[in-house]
């Protein structure tokens, strides 16, 4: 083709035919209108077609296998210029007055969408801090630019999203890739776009339009943003799971809709601003990763306060070189000052009426913001934390998602909630979450994808600290193809380093045997000297493994109905869960209650066992009372072990579940299996986020063998009150995991050939210990761990009564009465 200089006077439009919609002819007749001596050609899709064979006969598998008419028409105009020059403008793009004058002296021109369109939720998305329309362009026949854009269709082609593939996200990237010399004029938004589409306009809220400016106005009747197929709309239906607590005590639970909160959004609802807080030093590609997630949030009410006390200006330049007026960054001179220190600096900056805690080092997926903060204004909270968080260790290609519990790196909190953070280099934030917590109303969402806590070899907490979180993670992926695609599906949403992106063909290849051998060994955590061939429990959490649930019971008709619906609840397939029952001693009914249930629990279970025992439990005095616990404990050890007997047969896992626990996590099951350890117990509380409820699930403290525990063992067994030697799972909220030295029976899984080895619960003293605690002793002399799940809580409120006939359901004494013994 001739080198030409100039634009030449040729306007190009498009339609699939030549049967143009009426609504648009008087918009396509103005440019003839205002431009008389221009020439003019409308293509139809054949004309389209029939052009590429002729002249670009290379691209036409690609144009031939776009998915949607929108990409196609979005492509043709990109070989149109290249090949005639001229003006391209959709027929829905209205002219005001010649635009020669804008032309003139000029090689190429594009236009910028209003600055509206960055924000909205599909640009966020895409990272999109301008959007230059594919709507009007002009360009000389030949300019290199369209080389670099016909390469970049090629390489774009297979992205699900129009926009991206070929309309102006697409443009955008090309546009700011483009070889050096190859740059166009961008115009002013408010010359040939003055005008937001309606979807901004439905969102933002409709503001003046100066049109004096403008040589022309886009109508956007044709808007992609509402019409075209396959587009990234708005999430609908979108709906998380939750919980709130007041003061500690629980609230509402259940599952929220949030879309009404974005409907009340769009129809003008306030929107308040939110302050993401972030404090930095010395780590600019991991700051400036944060700083990108923060630019993809849909939420747009919001700024970034950055607090860099390092030595490196270079996030400075960054953040100065976007231009963003929303991203505040604050340096301090290197001093060593604390991480609460520099968090109480961030704070006092912020503008907003909420904080959000945005470390540098984190992954944060675009709907963060309008997720957390939706759920707060929905639910009237003073703050919201996830309850589950994404876990990646890249150099290990490791992904999970975490255990249950308060991550103190997701709050966002009313700002004039928020206490100051102590003084502390590292663990700051967890006395701040807790006092938010125990002083307002707070949620919790279990929506771990909307956080990726990234462990790369430098954060404020070690190694072991972040194996401890794996260790407990509820899902687990670790390198193969489900790891690969994992981290493919997070690169869809998240700014992740390319090299972290494991490509289709490295993981096509590998085996499921070779993925599991990349695992790791859960044998090697702790030794099991118990038998030369340890037990499995890797590959029965990778599955669904026949379960059988056991419950003794005692007076248990007023829980018994909260019971089985919880029971019915348990995410695991029907068809490998057995139930096991046993009564003795009741007074109000409770065997026909059983009796009544069973035929329905038959029909929906794999196998179900009711057994009644009596074993003569008359107490003399209130449950908690030191003088009835052996009593009381030797008749649970021996109902406990007569059900085991009877009830036990093919499983490979036993779940010691109490008939008054009120609430579990329905995948309580695959938390527990999660843990990979043959004895695992859950944290039985008061109430969600609540104190512990069984202390017989303890750890001995350090100084514990230079204690006189001689002095609290009565009949036989200790009871010490609480706190003497012993630290409780509510202490221990910090870690995922913890290997434990007694175990309570309200929520217990243990490997079923550990029962069939002799593995049962003492009925007298063992090492001074009986019943679950002894189980415990037991276990640790056969050569195996006990664990626990801080963060895998089971709910039972401290109620009065007789209660039934496990540990739980006493009255609950006075603090200083409670004894280790019993709950």
């Not at 002013?188 to 503001?207: H, K, W």
């Not at 700014?495 to 499921?512: F, I, S, Y």
């Not at 039972?796 to 007789?802: D, F, K, N, R």
């Amino acid at each position: 083709m001739a080198e030409k200089h100039g634009i030449p006077p040729l306007i190009h439009q498009t339609w699939k035919n030549t049967d143009v919609p009426h609504g648009w002819r008087e918009w396509s007749a103005s440019w003839r209108r205002h431009h008389p001596d221009w020439g003019y050609r409308l293509w139809t899709d054949a004309d389209n077609r029939a052009f590429l064979e002729e002249h670009y006969a290379w691209f036409l598998p690609v144009y031939d296998g776009y998915p949607e008419p929108i990409e196609r028409a979005d492509a043709i105009r990109y070989f149109l210029l290249d090949h005639f020059g001229g003006l391209y403008v959709d027929l829905d793009f209205e002219c005001l007055r010649p635009v020669t004058g804008l032309l003139t002296g000029k090689e190429l021109v594009l236009g910028l969408e209003p600055e509206e369109h960055t924000r909205l939720p599909w640009s966020r998305r895409n990272g999109m801090r301008r959007v230059v329309g594919n709507a009007f362009m002009a360009s000389r026949p030949g300019h290199p630019f369209w080389s670099h854009v016909h390469r970049r269709l090629v390489g774009a082609h297979t992205s699900p999203d129009p926009l991206a593939a070929t309309g102006p996200f697409f443009l955008t990237r090309a546009v700011d890739s483009a070889p050096e010399g190859c740059s166009p004029t961008l115009l002013a938004a408010d010359t040939v776009y003055p005008e937001p589409s309606p979807a901004a306009v439905e969102l933002f809220g409709p503001r003046p339009v100066d049109l004096d400016r403008a040589h022309a106005v886009h109508h956007w009747s044709g808007s992609w943003e509402r019409e075209d197929p396959g587009l990234p709309e708005r999430p609908t239906g979108r709906q998380v799971r939750f919980w709130t607590s007041q003061d500690l005590q629980p609230g509402a639970h259940g599952v929220i809709d949030l879309d009404a909160q974005r409907r009340r959004w769009a129809a003008g609802s306030a929107a308040p601003t939110v302050s993401c807080l972030m404090v930095t030093k010395d780590r600019v590609p991991s700051a400036e990763r944060a700083v990108r997630c923060f630019l993809a949030q849909t939420y747009t009410r919001a700024e970034l306060v950055v607090v860099d006390d390092g030595t490196d200006g270079a996030l400075e330049d960054h953040v100065r070189a976007l231009g963003d007026e929303r991203i505040r960054l604050h340096r301090l001179p290197p001093e060593g000052r604390t991480l609460g220190e520099l968090r109480n600096i961030a704070v006092d900056l912020a503008t907003g009426s909420y904080v959000c805690q945005w470390d540098d080092d984190d992954l944060y997926d675009p709907e963060r913001l309008e997720v957390q903060l939706a759920a707060v204004l929905a639910l009237d909270a003073t703050a919201c934390f996830l309850a589950r968080e994404r876990l990646w260790w890249p150099a290990r290609r490791t992904l999970g998602i975490s255990g249950v519990r308060v991550w103190e790196g997701s709050m966002l909190c009313a700002k004039d909630a928020l206490p100051r953070y102590p003084e502390l280099r590292r663990g700051e934030d967890s006395p701040v979450a807790e006092a938010v917590a125990r002083g307002g109303r707070t949620v919790s969402l279990d929506a771990p994808e909307l956080y990726t806590y990234v462990f790369h070899g430098a954060n404020t907490f070690d190694e072991p600290h972040f194996r401890s979180l794996f260790d407990a993670a509820t899902h687990l992926w670790t390198a193969g193809r489900a790891y690969a695609d994992q981290v493919r599906a997070m690169a869809a949403r998240l700014p992740l380093d390319p090299a972290d992106v494991p490509e289709a063909e490295d993981t096509a290849g590998k085996t499921a045997e070779a993925t599991a051998e990349q695992a790791p060994d859960p044998s090697a955590r702790v030794p099991h000297t118990r038998r030369p061939a340890p037990v499995d429990v890797r590959a029965d959490a990778d599955e669904h493994p026949p379960l059988l649930v056991l419950t003794p019971v005692k007076d248990a008709t007023a829980f018994l109905p909260r019971y089985l619906e919880n029971l019915r609840a348990l995410g695991h397939p029907r068809d490998a869960l057995s139930v096991g029952l046993l009564e003795g001693d009741s007074r109000d009914g409770t065997w026909q209650a059983l009796q009544d249930a069973l035929p329905a629990l038959e029909a929906e279970f794999r196998r179900v066992t009711l057994v009644r025992r009596h074993f003569g439990l008359q107490l003399a005095g209130p449950r908690w009372e030191r003088g009835v616990q052996r009593q009381r404990r030797a008749a649970l050890a021996m109902a406990r072990n007569h059900l085991l007997s009877r009830a036990l047969a093919d499983e490979r896992w036993v779940l010691w579940l109490d008939v008054d626990v009120t609430d579990h996590p329905a995948d309580l099951v695959q938390r527990l299996l999660g843990a990979r350890e043959e004895i695992v117990a859950a944290h039985c509380v008061t109430e969600p986020g609540g104190p512990s409820f069984d202390l017989n699930t303890f750890v001995l403290r350090p100084d514990a063998g230079a204690l006189d525990w001689d002095r609290w063992l009565r009949d036989g067994i200790l009871q010490p009150p609480r706190g003497f030697g012993r630290r409780y799972l509510d202490e221990l909220r910090g870690h995922e995991r913890v290997r434990v030295d007694g175990v309570g029976g309200t929520a217990l899984l243990v490997h079923a050939d550990l029962h069939r080895d002799g593995l049962v619960f003492p009925a007298v003293p063992y090492r001074r210990l009986i019943e679950t605690e002894g189980l415990a002793a037991l276990a640790q002399d056969m050569g195996v761990a006990c664990w626990a799940l801080p963060g895998v809580e089971v709910v039972h409120p401290a109620h009065p009564g007789g209660g039934p006939l496990s540990q739980a359901g006493e009255a609950t004494p006075p603090a200083e009465a409670r004894v280790g013994g019993s709950r």
